[in-house]
């Protein structure tokens, strides 16, 4: 599996901004995708994560109510989009991949997921 994410820039604090990370290669329906973000000097936080099939996404806590991750199967596609953005919210982005969809305990574990994006930088001004 490979992914290209995209979609990161610049915007002001209570602006939006949409990521899209396209996934190629072999896919899992039984899989999951999920993004992540690290900004400088802090650890890889978890953002939201989505199963390929059925139904089940779940949020970070600083990210609920603002954030929401979708897909579109057919586009073998994952969006993140952020709304009511924040100073904090500024980080470079990950897209992630887990070609069997970790259980409930594990989803926010950068571990649990096995392919990586590049990663798009999200810059949030105040």
């Known amino acids: 599996v490979q992914l290209q994410a995209s979609g990161g820039g610049l915007v002001q604090a209570g602006g939006s901004l949409r990521l899209s990370c396209a996934a190629s290669?072999?896919?899992?329906?039984?899989?999951?995708m999920a993004w992540f973000r690290q900004a400088p000097g802090r650890e890889r936080d978890f953002v939201a994560h989505?199963?390929?099939?059925?139904?089940?996404?779940y949020y970070g806590d600083s990210v609920k109510g603002r954030f929401t991750i979708s897909r579109d199967s057919a586009k073998n596609t994952v969006y993140l989009q952020m709304n009511a953005l924040k100073p904090e919210d500024t980080a470079v982005y990950y897209c992630?991949?887990?070609?069997?969809?970790?259980?409930?305990?594990?989803?926010?574990?950068?571990?649990?997921?096995?392919?990586w994006g590049q990663g798009t930088q999200v810059t949030v001004s105040s």
């Open positions: 992630a991949a887990a070609t069997t969809r970790p259980i409930l305990t594990a989803v926010h574990l950068s571990r649990s997921y096995t392919h």
């Open positions: 290669g072999r896919t899992f329906s039984n899989g999951a």
């Open positions: 989505i199963r390929w099939g059925g139904t089940g996404v």
